[in-house]
């Protein structure tokens, strides 16, 4: 079980809480508790009521959208040192998607109780996080802009180059580094259907940057992404 040093120096790393101090980061750490999912377990539900949100120790968890004939959508794939479920820290409005583990997940939860407690006794702390997630919303919207300009081949490169930044944080090497995701997950990530994803990851293959395989790829030569982004 992790200690509450430990989970704060977790916290620390999450950009939400990017501009706490440490005694702030002390104070949030005292409410969280320990979390362990299995591999392949929905953490919560589309629809589920909103009382607590995630940061992850270790492990993969992807957030996905339903539809009503049965597809999924992914939306974020998360590992260690990203936060899901966020806004429960604020309100009480139902979940906006499902999160499910890839692989078994240990996480620490924070309750939306104890941290509004906690935005009450320490009203900069509520400061702070607005600060912090301000500038998370400025940096979806600039993403998002981008997006709308750039090409599926564009797209797909810059998911490839954010997954492998995310392994390389967890220990991979500067080449050859291994994903655990589909082509669907990727398209979806892309915003752009599996056939142009896949005849892109196709060109990439042929190119040597990557090789493919039943629910994983292997990216051989990461910088060569970067020649594919405009």
Known sequence: ????????????QVPVFETLAPDDL????????????????????EG????????????????????ADGRAI???????GDIFGELAMFDDERRSATVETLDAVDAIAILGG????LLREHPDLAVKLVI?????????????????????QSRVAVVL???VDQARSE???????????????????????????SRFLAVLERAGVLEQGRGRLTVHDPEALAKYVF
């Open 132 to 152: 912090a997630l301000g500038r998370r919303l400025r940096a979806a919207n600039e993403r998002l802009a981008r997006q709308s300009f750039q090409s599926v």
């Open 74 to 80: 992914a939306l974020a794939h998360f590992g260690p």
């Open 171 to 197: 220990g991979a090497g500067e080449r050859d580094v291994p994903l655990r995701v589909t082509q669907a997950d990727i398209a979806q990530l892309a915003g752009s259907s599996r056939e142009s994803a």
């Open 48 to 67: 589920d009521a909103s009382n607590t949100c995630y940061v992850v120790r270790s492990g993969h968890a992807r957030a996905i959208r339903e539809h």
């Open 161 to 163: 180059g954010t997954l």
């Open 1 to 12: 079980m992790a200690t509450v040093e430990e989970s704060a120096a977790l916290l620390g």
């Open 26 to 45: 002390q104070h949030v750490a005292e409410v969280a508790v320990p979390r362990r999912f299995a591999a392949h377990q929905v953490i919560f539900r």
């Open 114 to 117: 104890d941290m509004r407690r």
